[in-house]
């Protein structure tokens, strides 16, 4: 989907319970099936996604067609992308947010600065970016470990900054199963994620935007899906990656290839 998608505003506050069947939801656009990330192809499962706002909160939905519904991970934070998951990115130009959740609605979550935009005494140096927090690293991007690209990756931009112990205030998700958690005995038809983000918690991301946003402003966001395959006892590597934009290259983190998401009234 290389056209831009339109959020359209609402009126109303969402609930954020996994159901999809909100009225509210039944009147957003959904997109068409999310397609291979490095080829564009339709995706192995269908999945769909869907995005709405109102003056305080950002919505974001996706309904995952998966005959064996598995989670297995409950500690926050832990490596989502390990298991099958759903992942929502926010672009704020220097830097970026990352969302993942599994069918257990386990979230992890990192905030990324470019390196190039951290500055002593900036607009990034403050307590809740902490570069000296143990759990503040630099990352050069997915896949990009070898050879030139060992130490700084293959972005023009370099190295970011990786805050592992970051939360999103005010962040809520849920999951709804249509089937049976980690039991293969039948076939489940999928599950559903729900995301409310306050507009108020995006003030890193905003970039000199409206937050709320005005009608006609743009962002991008990258809205992803990684599913697990074990073929013959064996896992699949990489994990099959299913986006609403292609990207042409297996790596996620490139915020200049992800979903431009028009805000409408």
């Given at each position: 989907?290389?056209?831009?998608?339109?959020?359209?505003?609402?009126?109303?506050?969402?609930?954020?319970?996994?159901?999809?069947?909100?009225p509210?939801?039944?009147?957003?656009?959904?997109?068409?099936?999310?397609?291979?990330?490095?080829?564009?192809?339709?995706?192995?499962?269908?999945?769909?996604?869907?995005?709405?706002?109102n003056?305080?909160h950002?919505?974001?939905?996706?309904?995952?067609?998966?005959?064996?519904?598995?989670?297995?991970?409950?500690?926050?934070?832990?490596?989502?992308?390990?298991?099958?998951?759903?992942?929502?990115?926010?672009?704020?130009?220097?830097?970026?947010?990352?969302?993942?959740?599994?069918?257990?609605?386990?979230?992890?979550?990192?905030?990324?600065?470019w390196?190039?935009?951290?500055?002593?005494?900036?607009?990034?140096?403050?307590?809740?970016?902490?570069?000296?927090?143990?759990?503040?690293?630099?990352?050069?991007?997915?896949?990009?470990?070898?050879?030139?690209?060992?130490?700084?990756?293959?972005?023009?931009r370099?190295?970011?900054?990786?805050?592992?112990?970051?939360?999103?205030?005010?962040?809520?998700?849920?999951?709804?199963?249509?089937?049976?958690?980690?039991?293969?005995?039948?076939?489940?038809?999928?599950?559903?994620?729900?995301?409310?983000?306050?507009?108020?918690?995006?003030?890193?991301?905003?970039?000199?935007r409206?937050?709320?946003?005005?009608?006609?402003?743009?962002?991008?966001?990258?809205?992803?899906?990684?599913?697990?395959?074990?073929?013959?006892g064996?896992?699949?590597?990489?994990?099959?990656?299913?986006?609403?934009?292609?990207?042409?290259?297996?790596?996620?983190?490139?915020?200049?290839?992800?979903?431009?998401?028009?805000?409408?009234?």
């Amino acid at each position: 989907m290389k056209q831009p998608y339109s959020a359209r505003k609402i009126d109303e506050s969402l609930p954020i319970n996994g159901d999809l069947d909100k009225p509210v939801w039944q009147q957003a656009a959904w997109s068409p099936r999310f397609v291979d990330m490095v080829t564009g192809a339709p995706g192995l499962y269908n999945t769909q996604s869907a995005i709405l706002w109102n003056q305080t909160h950002l919505y974001v939905a996706f309904r995952a067609e998966e005959p064996f519904v598995e989670a297995h991970q409950t500690e926050r934070d832990s490596i989502i992308f390990l298991e099958n998951d759903l992942e929502l990115f926010i672009d704020g130009g220097d830097c970026y947010y990352e969302l993942e959740v599994n069918a257990r609605n386990t979230v992890y979550e990192v905030f990324f600065i470019w390196k190039d935009a951290y500055q002593r005494g900036g607009r990034f140096d403050v307590p809740e970016f902490d570069v000296f927090h143990p759990q503040a690293v630099t990352f050069g991007g997915d896949y990009d470990r070898s050879g030139a690209s060992f130490w700084y990756g293959t972005h023009p931009r370099g190295l970011r900054w990786a805050f592992l112990n970051y939360d999103l205030p005010g962040l809520q998700t849920a999951v709804q199963i249509d089937g049976t958690l980690n039991d293969n005995r039948d076939i489940d038809l999928g599950w559903t994620l729900e995301i409310g983000i306050p507009w108020a918690s995006l003030t890193h991301l905003a970039n000199g935007r409206s937050l709320p946003p005005q009608p006609g402003d743009r962002w991008r966001m990258f809205l992803g899906r990684f599913q697990k395959l074990v073929v013959s006892g064996k896992e699949v590597q990489p994990h099959p990656a299913m986006v609403l934009s292609p990207h042409g290259i297996y790596d996620t983190h490139l915020p200049e290839r992800w979903t431009e998401v028009v805000f409408t009234s």
